[in-house]
């Protein structure tokens, strides 16, 4: 009789998953999230940077974003995620976690292709800082995303999708004005 009892909790034990377990695949979810946001930073960095001025501000239609303002739509993001999963964006941005507007806002500026480049560079340092010093713990967390709960983890991989999905976005923008993706050259 002893003997199917050992072997049951020696099962259990093993199967349920361990605190350590759990934060040793925490800390990789967020490695493997900085080691893509690293990635797509180089290429919307040296896309942008490829981009002639004179086609900095092209647009495949009306109403439609152009090539500088998706710089600044990802530069704006790059600090309201955090700011909504509770790391403040720089005061000088104006941007608030809890006020999309304030994103907006700064995204709506209309810099000189250098300048805005330079704000998203400086955005994805602010990003990097913010997803690296986010604990384990802080990922379930439960936190408001545009009036929906959600957790800390969900918004960190929202940021990087949003990221890629940009990415597409500036590719397809390049190409059609006759730019090559610095990495496919």
Same mark, same amino acid.
């Given at each position: ?8 909790? %020696? ?19 967020? %490695? ?18 490829k981009?002639? %001025? ?24 790059n ?36 300048? %805005? ?10 990003l ?42 500036m ?15």
């Amino acid at each position: 009789m002893r003997r199917p009892i050992a072997f049951t909790l %020696a099962a259990v034990a093993l199967l349920a998953p361990s605190a350590t377990r759990v934060a040793a695949q925490s800390d990789k979810l967020v %490695a493997d999230l900085m080691a893509d946001v690293d990635e797509v930073e180089k290429k919307l960095v040296g896309l942008a940077k490829k981009m002639p %001025a004179d086609k900095f501000d092209w647009r495949p239609g009306t109403g439609v974003r152009s090539f500088a303002e998706v710089v600044m739509h990802v530069a704006a993001d790059n600090y309201f995620i955090p700011a909504m999963v509770g790391v403040a964006a720089d005061a000088s941005t104006g941007i608030k976690g809890e006020d999309y507007k304030t994103a907006v806002a700064y995204e709506q500026r209309k810099l000189a292709r250098d300048a %805005a480049i330079a704000e998203m560079e400086k955005s994805f340092a602010h990003l990097k800082k913010a997803l690296q010093n986010t604990s384990t713990a802080r990922l379930s967390e439960s936190i408001n995303m545009f009036g929906q709960t959600s957790t800390v983890q969900k918004t960190w991989i929202l940021a990087a999708t949003h990221l890629h999905e940009h990415l597409g976005q500036m590719i397809a923008y390049a190409r059609t004005s006759g730019v090559v993706p610095p990495w496919s050259q």
